[in-house]
């Protein structure tokens, strides 16, 4: 059918559903994949309207079912009828049954439905406590054999044979010339040219706290957790942007486009566009304009316009003309 896709965003998905009610009581959608899992979502007709979530049969889904934390929203084309926003939901869902929001309405013709998933978690067969895929399932653990890890680990942590000093904004660490080297182009060029660095042994990194300087090391020898990670990530873009890590700066733009909503899609699209990350300021610019979210931050929109660029104003602008142009 046409109207039978979902688009996705992050976390986000859309399903715009066209005449229904005068043709058809009930619609299904294509999968979509959101995590580890595809889902469908249908919508029913009779004295109330119902919106189900369900994964699509699988042997995944039947032997790592999905504990869904999730929020769902129908907004009416056409019309000033507020959104029908549902409350938080937290569900074990297996099939189509397992899930049905009731709305008392009797609208029909054009509308869109959006799921915003809060958290996905594997439910364990034998019970216990369901683990989240977010943000467990990043790659920061498996970048080296876990014996080679250790060894560097144990350099870091235990400054073995360090020959590098890095002061900080509030402290100093000790690291290897080496490993900073064989990890930046940057670093590389402090040592290999007769620079204050290589004749000190010192790094001046003084716009990063110790805390999240060490949190760039801990990447850069392979052991970072990924807890320490997500915490530090806009300052680890900072530091792979001015020393060129590449990896890392990918990295970080995967993470920071996975998990936009509302709340930093605005501080997402400064970050992209500062940093020239296309696909963040690509996933920011589909959140506002093509799934309609321009309307949840039109509060904070007037001081985000007078810090923003003013190339960004006339993106956001073509934007707009885009989204909005006649059929």
Same mark, same amino acid.
């Given at each position: 059918?046409?109207?039978?896709?979902?688009? *996705?965003?992050?976390? %986000?998905?859309?399903?715009?559903?066209?005449? =229904?009610?005068?043709? *058809?009581?009930?619609?299904?959608? !294509?999968?979509?994949?959101?995590?580890?899992?595809?889902?469908?979502?249908?919508?029913?007709?009779? /004295?109330?309207?119902?919106? +189900?979530? =369900?994964?699509?049969?699988?042997?995944?889904?039947?032997?790592?079912?999905?504990?869904?934390?999730?929020? %769902? #929203?129908?907004?009416?084309?056409?019309?000033?009828?507020?959104?029908?926003?549902?409350?938080?939901?937290?569900?074990?869902? /297996?099939?189509?049954?397992?899930?049905?929001?009731?709305?008392?309405?009797?609208?029909?013709?054009?509308?869109?439905? !959006?799921?915003?998933?809060?958290?996905?978690?594997?439910?364990?067969?034998?019970?216990?406590?369901?683990?989240?895929?977010?943000?467990?399932?990043?790659?920061?653990?498996?970048?080296?054999?876990?014996?080679?890890?250790?060894?560097?680990? #144990?350099?870091?942590?235990?400054? $073995?044979?360090?020959?590098?000093?890095?002061? *900080?904004?509030?402290?100093?660490?000790?690291?290897?010339?080496?490993?900073?080297?064989?990890?930046?182009?940057?670093?590389?060029?402090?040592?290999?040219? @007769?620079?204050?660095?290589?004749?000190?042994? *010192?790094? !001046?990194? &003084?716009?990063?706290?110790?805390?999240?300087?060490?949190?760039?090391?801990?990447?850069?020898?392979?052991?970072?957790?990924? &807890?320490?990670?997500?915490?530090?990530?806009?300052?680890?873009?900072?530091?792979?942007?001015?020393?060129? $890590?590449?990896? %890392?700066?990918?990295?970080?733009?995967?993470?920071?486009?996975?998990?936009?909503?509302?709340?930093?899609?605005?501080? +997402?699209?400064?970050?992209?566009?500062?940093?020239?990350?296309?696909?963040?300021? #690509?996933?920011?610019?589909?959140?506002?304009?093509?799934?309609?979210?321009?309307?949840?931050? /039109? @509060? &904070?929109?007037?001081? =985000?316009? #007078?810090?923003?660029? /003013?190339?960004?104003?006339?993106?956001? =602008?073509? &934007?707009?003309?885009?989204?909005?142009?006649?059929?």
């Amino acid at each position: 059918m046409v109207d039978s896709k979902v688009e *996705t965003i992050s976390r %986000l998905a859309q399903w715009k559903i066209e005449n =229904f009610g005068t043709t *058809t009581n009930y619609k299904r959608s !294509d999968p979509f994949k959101i995590g580890m899992w595809n889902w469908q979502l249908s919508v029913e007709k009779n /004295r109330y309207m119902y919106i +189900r979530l =369900f994964p699509e049969p699988s042997r995944l889904s039947k032997e790592q079912p999905p504990l869904a934390r999730f929020v %769902l #929203r129908v907004t009416t084309s056409g019309s000033n009828r507020r959104p029908y926003i549902s409350p938080i939901h937290e569900r074990l869902l /297996r099939t189509s049954d397992d899930f049905a929001w009731p709305i008392d309405s009797t609208f029909h013709g054009r509308f869109v439905i !959006d799921v915003e998933f809060l958290d996905l978690k594997i439910y364990p067969l034998n019970g216990g406590e369901g683990s989240s895929i977010w943000p467990s399932d990043g790659l920061m653990q498996y970048l080296a054999t876990q014996s080679t890890l250790r060894c560097l680990s #144990r350099m870091l942590n235990e400054s $073995i044979h360090a020959d590098v000093t890095i002061n *900080t904004a509030d402290g100093t660490l000790q690291a290897h010339k080496a490993i900073l080297s064989a990890s930046s182009p940057v670093f590389r060029s402090m040592f290999l040219h @007769d620079l204050k660095e290589k004749e000190s042994s *010192t790094i !001046d990194i &003084e716009d990063m706290s110790t805390e999240s300087c060490m949190a760039l090391l801990t990447y850069l020898y392979g052991t970072i957790n990924q &807890e320490d990670f997500w915490k530090h990530r806009l300052a680890l873009l900072g530091a792979a942007n001015k020393y060129d $890590i590449v990896d %890392l700066k990918d990295a970080c733009e995967e993470s920071l486009l996975e998990d936009i909503n509302s709340g930093n899609v605005l501080e +997402r699209l400064q970050e992209a566009w500062l940093y020239q990350l296309d696909k963040l300021k #690509r996933g920011c610019l589909m959140y506002l304009f093509d799934f309609g979210k321009i309307y949840d931050v /039109r @509060d &904070e929109m007037s001081d =985000f316009f #007078r810090q923003a660029d /003013r190339e960004l104003m006339v993106e956001m =602008f073509h &934007e707009v003309l885009a989204v909005w142009k006649p059929a």
